[in-house]
């Protein structure tokens, strides 16, 4: 009997993130870049078990052009819905698939999850990482690490555990504040590194030092491309900038603020012909640095830049928690080129730490 495989893809999932938008719960925006991810996904996934999914956008698109055996099943299309999801896992579920992979971020993860739960069977799902909040511990680390973990459940050699299905608090987020809470206990399959924790809140430390060595060696003549994050804002406010939002990708020139907000086609306009430096905190928990809420720094700013000019900074309590810091920059070419990072801890303090993704691709 073939090995059975759901599959489903939430395809406006991530369509907020280079515009700088926190989410895409409510877009009705195609994301440009899912079609290259989930070919990524199946450079690396298996394609001999026998795929169910959805029918146009939602699946049936993506496995034709990757030549994939697959079977439709009597849902999605073209202008789809969170029902649309639920409603393709209840199919999935009814032809027994042993796993469901979708691909999507932690609104799409819930859909998911909760339709498992109220049917009450023991399926792990695993994520490929395709949207703007991925704080679930059901998301692979990249495309190809999905690839892999998949691989490497239909031969048996992962295991399966329980992790938190987690979202940003919409009640806390219309007041203003961001606050990543859990919302459902899901299984999931884990090898190795290839799959990620689930955000941990980490207590801001004394980050001050960090933070003193970082405002005191900015040059007025660069610019600089400021990540998302508490530690990372701490500089902005020492730069006199108290209206601070923590989930904003902000550019200055030197010490003075130039533009709050900025999308990935900002920054490809604004940051020409000046040296380019990236500020940056890893998240607490998983160790991105980029790829997971900060997608507004995309691959061609990392290039202008270089990785000699990406300032990583954090409190040493939070980096010792971190095994290895991570990178999904959406150009698997640059992920693979960053191999350790000195990460300042201190004033003039560092604490190097090493890179997943090198070792998680083929």
Same mark, same amino acid.
């Given at each position: %009997? ?10 406006? *999932? /991530? ?5 700088? #938008? ?7 925006? !195609? ?6 991810? !989930? ?16 029918? @146009? ?6 496995? $034709? ?8 099943? +009597? ?7 969170? #029902? ?18 979708? *691909?999507? /971020? ?11 739960? #109220? !049917?009450?069977? +023991? ?10 909040? %991925? ?10 690490? *999905?690839?892999? &973990?998949?691989?490497?459940? &239909? ?10 299905? %987690? ?19 899901? &299984? ?5 590194? @290839? ?40 500089? #902005?406010?020492? &730069?006199?900038?108290?209206? !601070? ?5 902000? @550019?200055?020139?030197?010490?003075? @603020?130039?533009?709050? =907000?900025?999308?990935?086609? +900002?920054?490809?306009? %604004? ?12 998240? =607490?928990?998983? =160790? ?15 290039? $202008? ?30 992920? $693979? ?26």
């Amino acid at each position: %009997m073939p090995l059975k495989v759901g599959f489903l893809i939430n395809p406006y *999932a /991530g369509s907020g993130g280079r515009t700088g #938008e926190k989410g895409s719960d409510r877009k009705r925006t !195609i994301n440009p870049e899912t079609e290259g991810r !989930i070919t990524r996904f199946f450079n690396t996934a298996p394609k001999y078990p026998v795929y169910f999914t959805p029918r @146009l956008n939602m699946g049936e698109i993506f496995l $034709r052009k990757n030549g994939v055996n697959y079977r439709i099943i +009597d849902a999605g299309g073209n202008d789809t819905t969170s #029902e649309d999801t639920k409603k393709s896992v209840r199919l999935m579920i009814k032809e027994n698939v042993s796993i469901i992979v979708f *691909a999507g /971020g932690d609104g799409t993860a819930k859909d998911v999850w909760s339709t498992v739960e #109220e !049917i009450g069977i +023991d399926v792990p799902i695993l994520g490929i990482p395709t949207g703007v909040k %991925m704080h679930s511990g059901v998301f692979a680390e990249s495309p190809e690490a *999905a690839g892999l &973990l998949l691989a490497h459940f &239909l031969e048996g050699k992962t295991l399966e555990e329980s992790t938190d299905i %987690m979202d940003v608090d919409e009640v806390l987020y219309k007041e203003g504040i961001y606050k990543v809470v859990s919302f459902y206990k899901a &299984l999931t399959v884990r090898f190795g590194q @290839l799959s990620v924790p689930p955000k941990s809140e980490v207590p801001l430390d004394d980050v001050e030092g960090a933070v003193d060595f970082v405002v005191d060696n900015i040059k007025d003549s660069a610019f600089y491309v400021m990540g998302t994050g508490r530690t990372v804002k701490e500089i #902005e406010r020492k &730069l006199g900038y108290n209206d !601070i939002n923590y989930l904003s990708v902000d @550019l200055f020139l030197g010490r003075r @603020l130039l533009k709050k =907000g900025v999308s990935y086609l +900002d920054l490809l306009e %604004m940051t020409k012909r000046r040296e380019v430096f990236i500020v940056l905190t890893p998240i =607490g928990g998983q =160790g991105f640095i980029f790829g997971r809420g900060n997608q507004e720094i995309g691959p061609e700013i990392i290039k $202008r830049a270089s990785w000699s000019n990406v300032i990583v900074l954090s409190s040493y309590s939070k980096i010792k928690g971190i095994p290895c810091l991570r990178v999904d920059t959406g150009d698997p070419m640059i992920d $693979r080129t960053l191999n350790i990072v000195k990460v300042i801890v201190g004033y003039n303090e560092y604490f190097s730490v090493g890179v997943c993704n090198k070792y998680n691709h083929p």
